[in-house]
């Protein structure tokens, strides 16, 4: 396996490591060549790992590469939230007090390079830091109350490492590259009931009410207590013993913080913080399906070093997506030179990788929803009336914002539609997905893969009616009960 130092710019990485080698960022990002490898493992040692930053979208890359990137944008999400820090630190308090307990300070930072410290009477705690969270520089913040507290802990950029501790680093990281495997810390804690997340305010909710109250009987008639709970209920989450998140997802917003907490605390989660992180990423989306060679529109990845050649590779008009877009927004039609060079500016000003992709009009897509990597059911959504898109969100009247939904039976549905959308669907996981699909000349191609799928009572459930709430309730089910069983993790 290739081992591969990221940074932003070679100067701040000059130590010569054997069988590693050392590639900046934009290479990495931009370079055919690293999308083709194998196998390599990605130690990401940007100086900045804010969400789409370049350093972000190196451990997204490597993941959807196939590569094992340290820190994974997982670990990114886990050392910006205080909850999770305390919550995974809490099986280490013991060794948290014995390692301090000679501090006459009221505050402590320790320096943690490659699961090390320069003392060596700090090796246990910081290889059970290390260990929580895998990243190569990290830095905890330490407080004494009545006892002492770690109050956060985040990576530090190589370029603010200590002159004085570089030795020490250098021989740090000859040790950590020599090994072979990195393993990763588990908590499991258990509870029996099922909290549905919903948010009362949102506009266009993957699932409306009555939908709401169909899965909340399913539930309850099989054995479930079940109560709707909103982000006000965060710390309330160990008291369920599976999350099912019905509010849009994303990554930087309070639906992931709930997927990855509720899995931190071992609960079954239906969207799991993996699936997320994956389907709300349409870069990550981008790179994954290519490597696949699943068949997309034309797409291109774009960047400040390619922006010109969007017109001659794409065309016009031609669609722009923001990373993270949902629902129709945040992605746009550049109908001309003018308003392509407009929206990539407004686009690159907040992200270093946004989507590009030819413009394909059709009558409607197909969305496939798939549970456990199966197809659950088949509609024909139909673009908003004069519009381009299946939702448009400056529409004049209320009617005219959202396009007709039709289900369609399985047998109806083209082979290489539910093929294709399958195929997809299986890249990100054995969650629940919905893929939507245009059938263009007689083939299919995947435009998406989203985590939170609409289901509305009267639109996704017309063929398979209260069945089709009860499948998803007793997925739940037979994962808490392979959970419970001693399966782990891979059946939430």
């Known amino acids: 396996m290739r081992k591969i130092i990221i940074v932003d710019h070679p100067k701040d990485w000059e130590e010569a490591i054997e069988d590693t080698e050392v590639v900046d960022a934009q290479t990495y990002l931009t370079n055919s060549t690293y999308t083709d490898i194998r196998s390599a493992r990605i130690f990401n040692l940007c100086r900045s790992h804010?969400?789409?930053?370049?350093?972000?979208?190196?451990?997204?890359l490597a993941e959807a590469r196939g590569h094992k990137a340290i820190p994974s944008v997982t670990t990114m999400q886990d050392l910006k939230s205080p909850t999770i820090v305390r919550a995974i630190t809490v099986e280490i308090e013991d060794l948290?007090?014995?390692?301090?307990?000679?501090l006459r300070s009221d505050s402590f930072t320790l320096s943690i390079y490659f699961g090390q410290n320069l003392a060596h009477k700090y090796e246990k705690l910081c290889k059970a830091l290390?260990?929580?969270?895998?990243?190569?520089?990290?830095?905890?913040?330490?407080?004494?109350k009545d006892h002492w507290v770690l109050q956060s802990i985040s990576q530090v950029p190589i370029n603010e490492v200590q002159d004085e501790h570089r030795k020490y680093l250098k021989r740090f990281a000859k040790a950590y590259f020599a090994r072979h495997r990195f393993s990763g810390a588990r908590i499991n804690r258990k509870a029996y009931d099922l909290a549905i997340l919903v948010d009362p305010e949102e506009k266009a909710p993957p699932s409306n009410s009555r939908a709401i109250q169909h899965f909340v009987e399913a539930a309850e008639s099989m054995g479930f207590y079940t109560e709707l709970i909103t982000k006000d209920d965060y710390r309330r989450l160990p008291e369920f013993d599976a999350l099912f998140i019905r509010e849009t997802t994303a990554v930087n917003h309070h639906?992931?913080?709930f997927a990855r907490k509720a899995f931190a605390d071992g609960l079954v989660v239906i969207d799991d913080p993996v699936s997320i992180l994956r389907c709300t990423n349409k870069v990550y989306l981008a790179e994954l399906l290519a490597k696949a060679k699943v068949p997309t529109p034309k797409t291109m990845i774009i960047h400040k070093d390619n922006k010109d050649k969007v017109e001659e590779e794409l065309g016009l008009p031609c669609v722009l997506k923001k990373p993270d877009s949902s629902f129709s927004q945040g992605v746009v039609k550049a109908k001309d030179r003018q308003s392509l060079k407009e929206e990539l500016d407004k686009m690159l000003d907040d992200s270093e990788l946004i989507i590009g992709q030819e413009y394909t009009p059709t009558d409607f897509d197909w969305r496939i929803g798939v549970l456990d990597k199966q197809?659950?059911?088949?509609?024909?959504?139909?673009?908003a009336?004069?519009?381009?898109?299946?939702?448009?969100w400056n529409g004049k009247k209320k009617q005219d914002e959202e396009g007709d939904g039709e289900v369609i039976p399985f047998e109806e549905v083209p082979f290489h539609v539910l093929h294709t959308a399958l195929k997809a669907a299986n890249l990100i996981?054995?969650?629940l997905y919905g893929v939507d699909?245009?059938?263009?000349?007689?083939?299919?191609?995947?435009?998406?893969?989203?985590d939170n799928p609409s289901i509305d009572a009267g639109v996704e459930d017309k063929i398979l009616k209260k069945g089709l709430y009860t499948s998803i309730i007793k997925s739940l089910k037979q994962r808490i009960d392979n959970h419970k069983n001693g399966n782990g993790r891979t059946e939430r």
């Not at 948290?96 to 000679?102: E, N, T, V, W």
């Not at 290390?130 to 004494?144: M, S, T």
């Not at 197809?375 to 673009?383: E, G, I, Q, R, V």
Request: with cysteine; aromatic share 18%.
């Open 96 to 102: 948290i007090q014995k390692s301090l307990a000679g």
């Open 385 to 392: 009336k004069g519009h381009w898109q299946i939702y448009n």
């Open 429 to 431: 996981g054995n969650g």
């Open 50 to 60: 804010r969400y789409q930053s370049a350093g972000y979208y190196v451990s997204l």
């Open 437 to 450: 699909v245009k059938e263009i000349d007689g083939k299919a191609y995947i435009i998406e893969v989203n």
């Open 130 to 144: 290390h260990d929580h969270f895998q990243a190569p520089l990290l830095r905890a913040q330490f407080v004494r």
């Open 375 to 383: 197809p659950l059911y088949a509609c024909k959504y139909y673009m």
């Open 255 to 257: 639906t992931y913080r």
